[in-house]
C-alpha cells in the first residue's frame, strides 16, 4: 500500500480536525488515494462504539428538505397572506411552493399576495442589459432593502394596509400595532444615529452588495467587495487590487456576511491590518438576532467596537 510521509500525515490530521471544527460535524473522516490505492487515512470528532471513526465508517446520506418543503406548502394552503421581498429574491422557490399550496389568495393578484418591494424605494436597479457576463447581479434592484430602519417602517405600513384590507373589523388593532412598532422604532433610531454619528463617512469594503441601505441610512462609504462581480467567488487578481486599494485607502473594516466563506477576508485582513466582522444582515442570522431590532443592535455594536479597535477611519 502506498503511505504519505509522517510530516504530511500530521498535517493532513490537522486539516481534517479544523474542517471537522469548521463545519461543526460530528465527525469527519478523510483519505488520500494514490494509483487507487488507499495511501492515509484519519478522522476527528465524535467517537463511535467502536471508537474514533475509520476508514470503514459508513455515514447515512440523507435530506430533510422534503419534510421543510411539505411543512411550509402546507402552512401556505392555510394562509391569507404571503408577504414576501420580492425583486426577484424568492423566484428561484417561490413559484413552486405556491403552486404546490393551491390557495388562490396568495397568488399573484390573489387578496393575500403582499410583494412589500412596492412599498420601498428600491437602490441599485442597473441601467442598460443585464446578463450573466456580469455576475448574479438583481435586474429589479438590490432586494436587501431592510437594511435602512425607515424602509423596515414602509414594509410594516404595507402589512397594516393588507391586513385592515383583509379585516377591516380589525382594523384599530392594526393601527395600534403599527403605531407601537413606529414608536419603538423611532425610539431605536435615535439610538443607532447617535452611535453611528461619529463615523459618517468611514471607508469600508464588503465581501458581497448586501449593504447599500445600510450604507446610505449610516453614512458609511463602501469602496470595494471582495467579489469581483456578485457572486463570483474571489480570484488572485481582483484580491491583490482590493489589498492594494485598502492599503492606499488605509480601510480597516471588511464586512462579511455569515454564510461566506472567509478564507479570502482574512487573507485580506492579515495583508492591510483590517477586521474581519461577520455581520448578519437578516434576522436569524446568528442566534443573538432574533428579531428587526435586535438585527440593528447586533450589527452596529460589532461595527462601532470594531472601528473603535481598529482606529478606523
Known amino acids: 500500500m502506498a503511505v504519505v510521509s509522517d510530516i504530511t500525515a500530521r498535517r493532513l490530521l490537522a486539516r481534517v480536525a479544523a474542517e471537522q471544527s469548521a463545519a461543526r460535524m460530528p465527525s469527519l473522516v478523510a483519505g488520500v488515494l494514490r494509483d487507487g490505492e488507499l495511501a492515509w487515512s484519519g478522522s476527528h470528532g465524535g467517537h463511535t462504539p467502536a471508537g474514533l471513526p475509520s476508514a470503514d465508517m459508513q455515514y447515512r446520506i440523507g435530506s430533510i428538505t422534503k419534510t421543510f418543503t411539505a411543512v411550509l406548502v402546507l402552512q401556505l394552503r392555510d394562509a391569507d397572506v404571503w408577504a ?37 424605494p428600491v437602490l441599485d436597479v442597473p441601467s442598460g442589459g443585464v446578463d450573466r457576463s456580469q455576475g448574479d447581479v438583481h435586474p ?39 403605531a407601537d412598532f413606529d414608536k419603538r422604532l ?20 464588503t465581501y458581497h452588495r448586501s449593504w447599500p441601505n445600510f450604507a446610505a441610512e449610516f453614512g458609511l462609504d463602501v469602496v470595494g467587495y471582495v467579489e469581483p462581480k456578485p457572486g463570483i467567488p474571489p480570484s488572485p487578481a481582483h484580491t491583490l487590487d482590493l489589498i492594494q486599494e485598502m492599503k492606499r485607502q488605509n480601510i480597516k473594516i471588511v464586512l462579511v456576511e455569515p454564510y461566506f466563506d472567509l478564507k479570502t477576508p482574512n ?42 479597535e481598529t482606529g478606523a477611519k
Open 140 to 178: 429589479l434592484g438590490n432586494p436587501h432593502y431592510w437594511l435602512d430602519p425607515e424602509n423596515g417602517r414602509r414594509i410594516a405600513k404595507a402589512v397594516q394596509d393588507k391586513l385592515t384590507e383583509l379585516s377591516r373589523s380589525d382594523a384599530a388593532y392594526f393601527a395600534q400595532r403599527y
Open 84 to 120: 414576501f421581498v420580492g425583486l426577484d429574491l424568492e423566484i428561484g422557490w417561490m413559484p413552486l411552493l405556491l403552486d404546490g399550496a393551491r390557495n388562490a389568495k396568495i397568488r399573484p393578484g390573489g387578496s393575500g399576495y403582499l410583494d412589500v418591494s412596492k412599498a420601498i
Open 186 to 205: 423611532a425610539d431605536a433610531e435615535q439610538r443607532w444615529k447617535a452611535a453611528m454619528a461619529p463615523y459618517k463617512g468611514l471607508k469600508i469594503v
Open 267 to 308: 487573507a485580506i485582513a492579515r495583508e492591510t491590518g483590517a477586521k474581519v466582522l461577520v455581520m448578519p444582515p437578516s434576522v436569524g442570522g446568528v442566534k443573538e438576532v432574533q428579531n428587526y431590532f435586535q438585527l440593528f443592535d447586533y450589527d452596529i455594536n460589532l461595527l462601532v467596537s470594531a472601528i473603535k
